[in-house]
């Protein structure tokens, strides 16, 4: 098994990951990061965690995606700037959110109908109307 480092820039930003084995990864967080700092010469590391390998919920709420922040306050990874000005940050997930849901809907092949047949119809978000757009 191995456990997944974020490499932090001084302002904690992510700048890269590592998988680590867990020989390499001591008994903490701590003497992972003191392995690393070693090995590498760096001094910023933080677990990340990929899905929910540590159970229900990550630990530090999201994935440590390149240009993602790490929030000391928090103890989670969190994007930076929203993608569009009109999405907010959700207080719970720290992710950015559309001010409406994008909706979910089916379509059906003509052809072939039937509940196995239906796509699910994408949509993009357009930032002039602050709606869902269907593709």
Request: charged share 25%.
């Amino acid at each position: 098994m191995a456990q997944r480092y974020a490499k932090l820039d001084e302002n904690n930003i992510v700048i890269g990951e590592i998988l680590l084995d867990d020989s390499a990864c001591g008994s903490s967080e701590a003497e992972a990061v003191a392995s690393l700092q070693k090995m590498y010469g760096w001094q910023f590391w933080k677990r990340t965690y990929f899905g929910t390998e540590e159970g229900e919920t990550n630990p530090r709420k999201n994935y440590a995606s390149l240009g993602y922040v790490y929030d000391e306050s928090a103890d989670a990874f969190k994007p930076v700037s929203p993608q569009y000005p009109s999405w907010t940050r959700n207080a719970e997930t720290l992710l950015f959110e559309a001010p409406t849901p994008m909706p979910v809907t089916y379509t059906e092949d003509p052809d072939n109908p039937g509940e196995a047949n239906r796509q699910q119809d994408l949509y993009t978000w357009d930032e002039a109307t602050t709606s869902w757009v269907k593709q």
